[in-house]
């Protein structure tokens, strides 16, 4: 079988519909079908224990990857806040033991924790890293040695909300990165993509993509 055979399907290993909505948003450009864990009746855990997002990105495609066999992007990011080093990070839904709330309640306990943080400490910095798995007939991103792409954008929490809650992706509603004077949710498409932790991660992969792609 030869090196590098055109990719037609990509498998985003996420549940959450705010992320998969912005890479899809990046990478829908491409002519390759993107699928959704949900597209494929996919309800399985995988156990985030890896120390940084890398590790975890790493753990999502290949998890996915060996159970489908399909090309597979793994996804994590989480956000860094000066207030509270060491505490957000790879376990940022988790914060304060609330992996299982909404979108809602994650946010209003965030917001409270902040609300006594003086403007001079409200920095923080959202970090995103991708793991790219191809398969063995695809040169640079094979299950053993996956491709790795991150992204990282600084910007300062907001003291209220100043956009309404995307779901999945409620801090976007109270981060306003460096330059702007929107919070996140409430940039343009082209705006968000073109300056988020995300977006700058997933120009990566479409970058990467597009000549395998295009084979």
């Given amino acids: 079988m030869p090196r590098n055979p055109k990719l037609k399907s990509l498998l985003i ?33 995988v156990e985030e224990h890896g120390l940084t997002h890398e590790e975890n990105a790493i753990l999502k495609a290949q998890y996915f990857f060996e159970k489908t066999g399909l090309p597979t992007l793994g996804e994590d990011s989480g956000i860094h806040v000066d207030a509270f080093p060491g505490e957000l990070g790879v376990q940022t839904r988790r914060w304060g033991g609330l992996e299982k709330a909404t979108d809602e309640g994650w946010i209003a306990y965030f917001l409270e924790q902040m609300q006594n943080v003086p403007e001079d400490k409200r920095g923080a910095k959202f970090v995103c890293f991708a793991a790219l798995i191809l398969g063995q007939n695809f040169a640079g991103a094979s299950q053993e040695n996956p491709a790795i792409f991150s992204g990282e954008t600084r910007g300062i929490i907001t003291k209220t909300l ?48 597009a000549s395998r792609a295009n084979q």
Avoid: Q
Avoid at 32 to 43: E, F
């Fill in 13 to 45: 290993a996420t549940k959450n519909p705010g992320k998969f909505a912005e890479i899809s948003e990046v990478l829908g450009s491409l002519p390759i079908k993107l699928l959704s864990l949900k597209d494929l009746n996919l309800k399985d855990e």
């Fill in 162 to 209: 100043e956009a309404p809650l995307k779901r999945g992706i409620p801090i976007s509603s109270c981060f306003k990165p460096e330059g702007f004077y929107k919070v996140y949710a409430a940039l343009t498409v082209e705006e968000k993509n073109r300056v988020s932790h995300r977006g700058k991660a997933m120009h990566y992969v479409k970058d990467f993509l």
